[in-house]
């Protein structure tokens, strides 16, 4: 029998009272799901005791969809339909892959090469939104099933989704796109690396300056964060989204290739089966040659031809020695911006599973003149951190002591004349982040503006990424120069963009959340909600209303809690006026319409606003000294 | 709210501020605003944590950096520093300009990585003491006219300061 817990008096609240919440990481090689119980963060396993699951995705002939190991041992026997690696392709087009001659997954050539890409299976074209989905869904349903979420413990609130800290905006938004599709609240996106600061600062309660290095299957990143009491601020980020340990595999495989072919002069094309095949004999050479001089590769070709090899550790580290030296660019540049010198850094932590490699951890000691920490498992402390954030959020932790300030990756700017880029927010900027700045018309009775968002470090928008394309159509015909025209660029605590522009005369609007020109539509990622869903018009009518009242109550809840700790900030007749419309609410959210439900929340949330304002100001001063923040005059 | 960014932070509207308590007042602010506070709250709630803490943040950044705090406690003064109609620059500092940015695009020909940092020193510690005026005309002689002349030269040395950085992550 279990033993009966007790906690320490006023510490602890009921159990029921413990919100679910995980981590994901959701990996090139390799994705975990962590959640925090009883204070502790915990990779949870599947039923075979696996924590790690393999981010393979295979679309079986009888339309099911099998996930992980299972997947992974297929992988060379049906390259086609079983997808690795997708997330390397997560918010990119076809003319962004540029190697794809060695990656055996048939890409479907589209009309406009600059849409997102889709990859050609047995279930269907696949876009890598919905592979990473099927792995997420993988994912929730293994914590479900090991929390006991809808048995009686409380459904799962949400979720913290990790994406590489160099990820642009049309690679988080696919992220959050693919999250949505497996039906997970996304409580907060979340850069790997300050996710792993956060396992590793809290674990062993440092304070100082520390680099994250993060090396992992299909991206880079190095984060340089200050740590003092609880609080991670990002001091500058930067990275590769397309280097990972699966370029030292490739590395190995085309040395193979070469060796090939020096022994035969009849060599043609590999198939897919085979390049899949000798791309993992590449891989387990590589976690070889990490405790071992050197790896022997052997494996029979569909032709009949035995290929049989020996790498040496020593020829390994020849092959790679150009990547190697790939990430230590982005790390100059990143301490060039956090404005560091070597030896302000307290300490260097390892992160993903491709540090392991002995001539990357070489690599970094040699440049930063200290041993890197290695003390926690690279593959897990990404999952541990979200684990931890997401602990945070839905508010379980009862000392308000963890404090992320996280930074935008990248400068973010728009189009002028000329194709030259006007950088409005500079990359590095504590989020979130808002900016304005002012723009005229160029041409005497100038109507319309097109506005065009990039990404980027470089001055000519060809060399940046083109996030957005909108309009801003009825500016009064002015002589050139005269207009004003205001444009508002938001990043928001996920990392994601919006933009405004606002014509300053006359007040014509225009506002996009910026989507990526080549992302899903709102219209692609409404359709495979519904199919995923099932067709059942009924069974989606049930899960809106429901979804309304979860909302409705929640507010309610939200809003009483809040009348009841600061209801003497306001006067009596607004708070009755509050009251009110709570009990409209309540009213209302016993009907069975979803549609007034919703526009009942809506209702309340407007009614509250001046009051959240004035808990916002008060909480604040409260926290300065108790000091009112009117008091204080110029 | 219309505070201004030292009310915000509960600091004497000086140039000579203390960082130590600028960092500590914004943490908590923070600690109290950012919309990881506010996950699971209403929509209204969130509007008004994400319009504080990038307040806070906004606020945070033109303190922190003497070029733009520099900037900003002339314009609570009235004076636009980098106004068009006030560009006018002592001719020895023009002169010295003009050497900066021939020296950074001789060494960015050059690919010479070194002396582009050399010369991000020598801008840097220009700056230093840049900022040690701007504390006596700000602070102790309250010579708007003056300070004003000292923070164009402090944002031109930031400026130059940023393209140098810029030319040697090209080369990097």
């Keep these: 029998m279990a033993l009966l817990q007790i906690s320490e008096p006023g510490q602890s609240a009921a159990p029921h009272q413990h919100k679910l919440a995980i981590g994901i990481d959701l990996g090139t090689t390799n994705s975990l799901v962590a959640t925090v119980i009883s204070g502790m963060a915990t990779v949870l396993q599947d039923e075979h005791g696996h924590a790690l699951l393999p981010s393979v995705v295979r679309y079986m002939p009888d339309g099911s969809v099998v996930v992980g190991h299972e997947a992974q041992a297929q992988q060379s026997h049906d390259p086609a339909n079983t997808i690795a690696s997708a997330k390397r392709f997560m918010g990119r087009s076809l003319k962004d892959i540029v190697d794809r001659a060695h990656i055996p997954y048939s890409f479907v050539d589209s009309a406009d090469s600059s849409k997102l890409l889709q990859l050609q299976t047995r279930a269907g074209l696949k876009t890598p939104v919905e592979i990473s989905a099927d792995i997420l869904k993988n994912l929730k349903a293994r914590a479900e099933k090991s929390l006991g979420a809808d048995g009686g413990r409380g459904e799962l609130l949400g979720a913290v989704i990790t994406v590489p800290a160099y990820f642009d905006d049309a690679q988080r938004q696919a992220t959050k796109d693919a999250a949505r599709l497996a039906g997970l609240n996304v409580l907060r996106l979340l850069n790997e690396p300050t996710a792993a600061a956060v396992a590793y600062g809290l674990d062993h309660a440092v304070e100082g300056t520390f680099v994250i290095y993060d090396l992992g299957g299909g991206t880079f990143d190095v984060s340089i964060l200050k740590l003092t009491k609880g609080v991670f601020e990002v001091l500058a980020t930067n990275g590769d989204s397309a280097l990972g340990g699966d370029d030292f595999d490739h590395r190995i495989y085309c040395w193979i290739l070469d060796k090939i072919r020096d022994g035969s002069n009849t060599f043609s094309p590999l198939g897919e089966q085979d390049t899949r095949l000798l791309l993992t004999k590449a891989r387990q050479a590589k976690e070889w040659l990490t405790d071992n001089h050197e790896a022997q590769i052997v494996c029979r070709l569909s032709n009949g031809s035995l290929i049989d090899v020996t790498l040496s550790a020593q020829q390994f580290v020849e092959l790679t020695q150009q990547l190697v030296l790939k990430t230590l660019t982005p790390t100059r540049k990143a301490m060039r911006d956090a404005n560091l010198t070597l030896d302000e850094i307290k300490g260097v932590v390892l992160v993903g599973g491709a540090t392991r490699m002995p001539q990357v951890k070489q690599a970094i000691e040699d440049y930063f003149k200290q041993t890197p920490l290695t003390n926690l498992d690279p593959d897990k402390v990404v999952a541990l951190g979200a684990a931890i954030q997401a602990n945070a959020l839905v508010g379980n932790r009862s000392d308000n002591d963890l404090l992320l300030l996280d930074v935008t990756p990248l400068s973010l700017g728009l189009e002028t004349m000329g194709g030259l880029v006007e950088r409005i927010i500079p990359r590095n900027s504590t989020l979130p982040v808002a900016r304005a700045q002012d723009f005229t018309t160029y041409k005497d009775g100038q109507t319309a503006m097109s506005i065009q968002v990039v990404q980027g470090e470089r001055e000519l928008v060809a060399d940046c990424r083109s996030l957005a394309r909108f309009e801003l159509r009825g500016i009064p015909a002015m002589v050139a120069g005269a207009a004003r025209i205001r444009v508002t660029f938001q990043v928001d605590a996920d990392g994601l963009l919006s933009v405004s522009a606002r014509e300053q005369a006359t007040g014509i609007e225009a506002h996009v959340v910026v989507k990526p020109s080549y992302g899903l539509t709102e219209d692609e990622i409404t359709h495979m909600l519904k199919s995923s869903f099932g067709s059942a018009e009924v069974d989606k009518k049930a899960r809106m209303l429901a979804e309304a009242r979860v909302n409705a109550g929640a507010i309610i809840s939200a809003v009483t809690i809040a009348l009841s700790h600061d209801g003497n900030l306001i006067t009596s007749e607004e708070k009755q006026a509050i009251e009110v419309e709570i009990e409209i609410l309540q009213a209302i959210s016993q009907t069975d319409d979803a549609v007034v439900i919703n526009q009942g929340v809506d209702k309340l949330n407007h009614a509250t606003e001046a009051f959240a304002a004035v808990r916002m100001n008060a909480s604040v001063s409260l926290a300065l000294n108790g000091k009112n923040l009117d008091e204080i005059k110029l | ?172």
Aim: charged share 20%.
């Design chain 2, 1 to 172: 709210m219309s505070l201004n960014y030292y009310q915000l932070f509960y600091l004497q509207p000086l140039f000579n501020i203390a960082l130590k308590t600028l960092e500590t007042n914004y943490r908590q602010i923070q600690s109290e605003a950012h919309p990881d506070r506010f996950v699971t709250a209403t929509a209204t709630e969130k509007l008004a944590s994400m319009q504080l803490a990038t307040l806070a943040n906004e606020a945070y950044q033109t303190l922190k950096n003497p070029a733009s705090r520099a900037k900003y406690l002339l314009e609570l003064h009235g004076i636009n520093a980098i106004n068009e109609s006030n560009t006018s620059m002592p001719t020895d500092f023009l002169m010295q300009q003009m050497q900066w940015r021939e020296t950074l695009e001789d060494a960015s020909m050059a690919h010479d990585i070194s002396t582009l940092e050399a010369l991000l020193s020598e801008m840097q510690a220009e700056a230093k003491s840049l900022q040690a005026d701007l504390s006596l005309w700000f602070d102790e002689r309250k010579d708007y006219a003056n300070a004003c002349e000292t923070t164009r030269k402090l944002i031109f040395i930031d400026k130059v300061c940023a393209d140098i950085q810029q030319a040697i992550d090209l080369l990097d």
